[in-house]
């Protein structure tokens, strides 16, 4: 088991259309470095959801209640499209504590045209969590310390899942057993009850 290496509040906002293994093993092993990770779902101005909020954050929170660790926390209460909403209301619920927003390196790219990116770099230090398939480029995390930010590269190894490849090959083997049946009695995302 690693240690706690980081002395933040992880926050980790996900889009989970659905939740897969790799949010799991993402969740799993942010409560190993970190001494409190708060996630929750949301809508991603950059995405097109297939199912609706409230069905995500039903399914996430089957998730986090499996994975049942004391430092891990669901609060749907940060939910917005816009990082820097979100970050302002965790400064409310945690004044002291220093936050850091966890995302994965297929985003790094795109963060400098966040709404608001440089007061999103002034809130929180970032988190990029390495993803098969999308390469850390130093040149992009220049850019994101060149605006002020501070980009630390997480030492964790997430399987090559995304929830995107869910949604044209509905294969079972990539969803957590959590929300299987939750997914099969929806019949959410083309799983039905015979699978």
Same mark, same amino acid.
């Given at each position: 088991m690693?240690?706690?290496?980081?002395?933040?509040?992880a926050?980790?906002?996900?889009s989970?259309?659905?939740?897969?293994?790799?949010?799991k093993?993402? !969740?799993?092993?942010?409560?190993?470095?970190?001494?409190?990770?708060?996630? @929750?779902?949301? *809508? %991603?101005?950059?995405?097109?959801h #297939?199912?609706?909020?409230?069905?995500?954050?039903?399914?996430?929170?089957?998730?986090?209640?499996?994975?049942?660790?004391?430092?891990?926390?669901?609060?749907?209460?940060?939910?917005?499209?816009?990082?820097?909403?979100t970050?302002?209301?965790?400064?409310?619920?945690?004044?002291?504590?220093?936050?850091?927003?966890v995302?994965?390196?297929?985003?790094?790219?795109?963060?400098?045209?966040?709404?608001?990116?440089?007061k999103? !770099?002034?809130?929180?230090?970032?988190?990029?969590?390495?993803?098969?398939? @999308?390469?850390? *480029? %130093?040149?992009e995390?220049?850019? #994101?310390?060149?605006?002020?930010?501070?980009?630390t590269?997480?030492?964790l190894d997430?399987?090559?899942?995304?929830?995107?490849?869910?949604?044209?090959?509905?294969?079972?083997?990539?969803?957590?057993?959590?929300?299987?049946?939750?997914?099969?009695?929806?019949?959410?995302?083309g799983?039905?009850?015979?699978?």
């Amino acid at each position: 088991m690693k240690k706690i290496i980081y002395n933040s509040i992880a926050l980790l906002g996900t889009s989970a259309d659905p939740p897969t293994i790799g949010h799991k093993a993402l !969740l799993v092993g942010l409560s190993k470095l970190f001494p409190k990770v708060v996630t @929750w779902a949301s *809508n %991603n101005p950059g995405k097109e959801h #297939i199912t609706t909020l409230t069905q995500r954050h039903e399914l996430l929170n089957a998730l986090v209640k499996t994975i049942d660790l004391p430092n891990l926390e669901l609060k749907q209460e940060l939910s917005s499209k816009w990082a820097l909403i979100t970050l302002e209301q965790a400064k409310d619920f945690w004044p002291d504590k220093s936050l850091m927003l966890v995302i994965g390196s297929d985003l790094v790219k795109s963060l400098p045209t966040w709404f608001e990116a440089k007061k999103v !770099l002034k809130e929180a230090r970032i988190g990029v969590v390495p993803r098969q398939g @999308w390469p850390l *480029n %130093n040149a992009e995390l220049n850019i #994101i310390k060149r605006m002020g930010g501070d980009a630390t590269v997480l030492p964790l190894d997430i399987p090559a899942t995304a929830s995107s490849s869910i949604h044209s090959n509905p294969d079972i083997s990539y969803i957590p057993q959590a929300i299987l049946p939750i997914l099969k009695q929806k019949n959410l995302y083309g799983i039905s009850q015979k699978q």
